[in-house]
C-alpha cells in the first residue's frame, strides 16, 4: 500500500509538466531535472556511488525540504562511501526546512551554510567533527539530531535558542557538552546515551526548566554531574 500511495505521489507531480522534470517541484531520481526544486528525497540504497558537486544545487533557490538516506541502511561506512562530495561543497540552504542527511561524510557543514529557516537538522551517522557557531543562523531549529556521530568532538548551542529536542546519543568523541547549553530555555528532551567519553556535565545544565526527558546511561557522568 505504501509503494502505491508513493507512485500515486510521484505521478501526481509529474503530471504538473509532463516530460520536462525541471519545472517539477519534487524530485525522488537523481536523474531527473534540478530547477525550480522544492524537495529531493534520494534513496542512496537504489544508486551507484553518487558524486554530487556544487553546481547541482546552484540553481535551487527553492529548495526547501532535502533528505539523503538509505532504506534498510545498518551501519556508517557503507553509506558513506555512496556520496562524494568535494570539500568546498556548498549548497543553497537559505529556505530550507528540514534537512536530513544520514551519513553526511563532511566533517562541517557547507561554509555558505546559514540555516535561518531551519527546523529540523538530521545527520545522524555523519563525519560531522564540530558544530561551532560560525555563519550559522539557526534560531528557528526545534529539533537537531546529530547522534552516532562519531567523530563529534564540540558542539555550541549558543546560535540555536528554541531548540526542543536534542539528540546526541553513540557520539563517543564527545567529552565535553558546552555550557551554552543552558540557554536552551525551550529543550524539553536530551539524549547523551552512549556517549562513553563524556565524563562530567556543566552546571549550567540545571537551568533547562523545560527539560522532560534526560537519557543519559553512563554512571560515572551521572556521579560527576550530582557533584
Known sequence: MHDLIQEMGWNIIRSESPGDPTKWSRLWDPSDGMKNVEAIFLDLSRSTPLQISTKIFAKMKQLRLLKIYSSGYCGTTEKQLKVILPEDFQFPAHELRYLHWEGYPLKSLPSNFLGVNLIELNMKDSNIKQLRQRNERLE?????????????????????????????????????????????????????????????????????????TFDLDYAQTWRNFRR
Open 140 to 212: 528557528q531549529l526545534k529539533i537537531l539530531n546529530l547522534s552516532g556521530s562519531r567523530q563529534l568532538t564540540e558542539i555550541s548551542f549558543s546560535n540555536m535558542p528554541n531548540l526542543e529536542k536534542l539528540e546526541l546519543a553513540d557520539c563517543t568523541s564527545l567529552n565535553v557538552v558546552d555550557p551554552s547549553i543552558g540557554d536552551l530555555k525551550n529543550l524539553t528532551s536530551l539524549n547523551l546515551r552512549g556517549c562513553k567519553n563524556l565524563t562530567s556535565l556543566p552546571s549550567s545544565i540545571q537551568y533547562l526548566d523545560s527539560l522532560e
